[in-house]
């Protein structure tokens, strides 16, 4: 294999972003101080616990992403909507840089919806949306970026795609997965099996 470092730097960038496989992929709700409705697209959300329940995610260094992670700092308040398939491309245009005064709501078409006293926007498109209150941030500071850890306080998710024992059906939603920074995929269940215990 021809030596990574020789790689320009987009290919090193799709490269490593791919090498960990297939991931979640969110638009992250926010508010900022002045009113300004923002949207960024995550595709590393990450399931921390069930009770109490929480959800983390990396975000980029600061002058690379800093209006997400700003408004979070300054309201304390996120929302979490899970993209589908129908409107995939208007969540990808999110991950544009917009100026700070520019809502990516207005930019893409996609509509905000607002819930109880929750501070930040939900889209309203979006068949599973749950809020996100602030727990701690995590700067990682060997490459500038910060793990944000959030609790779980409302989750509105569409009626059929919950079964029985709980379990969300993800791809009756057309929910989306990512592989790299810019290919997306509407995976299928392979097999569901019983809780793993050790053999007798």
Same mark, same amino acid.
């Given at each position: 294999?021809?030596?990574? %470092? ?27 101080? %002045? ?22 995610? =990396?975000?980029? @260094?600061? %002058?690379?992403? @800093? ?31 917009? @100026? ?22 939900? =889209? ?11 727990? %701690? ?10 793990? =944000?850890?959030?609790? =779980? ?33 509407? @995976? ?13």
């Amino acid at each position: 294999m021809e030596a990574l %470092e020789e790689w320009d730097r987009f290919k090193r960038a799709h490269f490593f972003n791919s090498l960990s496989g297939f991931k979640s992929t969110h638009l992250i709700g926010t508010t900022s101080l %002045e009113g300004v409705l923002n949207l960024g697209l995550f595709h590393n959300i990450v399931h921390l616990g069930a009770d109490p329940a929480l959800i983390g995610y =990396v975000n980029r @260094p600061r %002058e690379a992403a @800093p209006h997400t992670l700003a408004n979070i700092e300054a309201t304390g308040q996120y929302s979490l909507n899970a993209v589908s398939a129908p409107w995939v491309q208007a969540a990808h245009q999110c991950s544009a840089k917009y @100026p700070a005064d520019v809502s990516e709501f207005e930019a893409t078409g996609l509509s905000p919806l607002f819930r109880d006293d929750i501070k930040a926007p939900f =889209v309203a498109e979006s068949v599973l949306q749950y809020g996100m209150e602030l727990v %701690e941030i995590i700067p990682i500071t060997h490459n500038n970026t910060f793990f =944000v850890i959030g609790r =779980v306080t409302g989750i509105w998710v569409q009626a059929n795609l919950v079964g029985s024992d709980g379990f969300i059906d993800l791809p009756a939603g057309e929910i989306v997965t990512s592989a790299g920074i810019d290919a997306y995929y509407t @995976p299928t269940l392979l097999h569901r099996f019983p809780y793993a215990k050790p053999s007798p």
